[in-house]
């Protein structure tokens, strides 16, 4: 494994460091862990990753791995850098053959995210987007449950994303990670949509599977003088009838990162809330209501619940796992690469280049729509899956 950011000051690329390797199937061997020369060269030691291999810049490290032996490189690339450098390092490695674990959201806008798709397509290289609310246990449990059938079909979706650390312009002060987040040269088109809504709008996609057909938005800038939105509503049509609602907020007072979801369907209904993240709650007209806690060992898990769990009940598994789950699920598609030959899985279903254009598409369309007043606007993405 090579990382790209996560050097002195960063938050993300040591997620990323501590996920990849928790299922003993990976090893960070090199990286490019600052924009800065020095910063990167001497952010190695805190990696562990020898110093010959603690790169300067990108092009060192993908040029230097590259010209190593097939069994000494790198297999892949992670990604954990402000959104507007994700295009050309993921173009860059893929060009060079390195498969690309990228953070979200994957591109600057939705034009590049579509050529990314093109590269990954000529390249065959895995490519794999961390969304990695889609990793807990209890969101794979629901996700097979719906389309299982059990709520029946679903008909109406709720997910909000509540933050309030952007209350106040921190990013006058020199906070790093609100200056490049509040900064439209390096954030994108949107703020808080763009850094958590797409995360809200992504676990309504992976946990029914519905299809998007148009949105309708609006967007706010509460803190005067900030130049993106830290506040915003959207609604969705989904392509089976069902309508979908998605709140951001990273100016609710006392909010820290409450990600809570309610899906409702003709037969059930079932709410989940990623600072609780063990608990599910499932209820039907008429009967007792269900909570679910995660328990790899219960009955009533199934196989996919099941299998992204590491620890018996009882122990809380969170962010960190959630997040080492979707490296999971992506290895067995780089192992099959890389070998050349197929690998038994438990579980593929990672966020991919398609999941990362869909989600640039959500924020290009809100931003816009937002712009006419909530106009509804397209949203139905060529290469978009259930």
């Known amino acids: ?189 949107a703020g808080a949509f763009g850094d958590i809504g797409t995360h809200a709008f992504n676990l309504a996609r992976y946990m029914t599977g519905l299809l998007p057909e148009t949105v309708s938005a609006h967007l706010k800038v509460f803190e005067e003088g900030r130049q993106l939105d830290d506040y915003g509503h959207a609604m969705v049509r989904f392509e089976n009838g069902a309508f979908g609602t998605v709140t951001v907020s990273q100016v609710s007072h006392g909010r820290e990162n409450d990600l809570t979801i309610e899906i409702d369907g003709t037969k059930g209904a079932l709410s989940w809330s990623q600072e609780e993240p063990n608990k599910m709650m499932v209820r039907r007209n008429g009967e007792p209501h269900s909570l679910y806690t995660r328990d790899p060992n219960a009955a009533f898990m199934n196989q996919a619940g099941a299998a992204a769990c590491r620890v018996p009940s009882g122990h809380p598994e969170a962010f960190l796992e959630a997040f080492g789950n979707v490296y999971r699920s992506a290895y067995d598609a780089i192992v099959e690469r890389v070998c050349g030959q197929p690998f038994a899985t438990r579980d593929t279903i990672y966020p991919n280049v398609y999941d990362g254009a869909e989600g640039m598409l959500f924020i290009q369309q809100c931003v816009a729509s937002s712009a006419e007043d909530g106009a509804w606007l397209p949203l139905a993405y060529v290469g978009a899956r259930p």
């Open 1 to 189: 494994m090579g990382l790209v950011g996560g050097g002195q000051g960063a938050f993300i690329g040591r997620v990323h460091a501590i996920a990849a390797v928790m299922d003993n199937r990976a090893e960070l061997v090199a990286g490019a862990l600052s924009s800065d020369p020095e910063r990167a060269k001497a952010s190695g030691p805190a990696y562990d990753i020898p110093a010959n291999r603690a790169y300067g810049s990108v092009d060192e490290l993908i040029a230097g791995e590259g010209a190593l032996s097939a069994e000494e490189r790198m297999d892949f690339v992670s990604i954990a850098t402000p959104n507007h450098t994700h295009f050309a390092i993921a173009q860059a490695a893929l060009e060079a053959g390195f498969n690309v674990m990228c953070d979200k959201p994957m591109t600057f806008d939705f034009e590049q995210a579509k050529t990314l798709a093109g590269v990954v397509e000529s390249t065959g290289c895995v490519f794999a987007l961390t969304h990695n609310y889609t990793g807990y246990p209890l969101v794979r449990q629901a996700r097979e449950m719906i389309l299982g059938g059990e709520l029946g079909e679903i008909q109406a979706i709720r997910s909000k994303y509540l933050q309030g650390w952007l209350r106040t312009r921190i990013e006058v002060e020199g906070q790093k990670q609100s200056a490049w987040r509040t900064d439209p040269a390096r954030s994108g088109a």
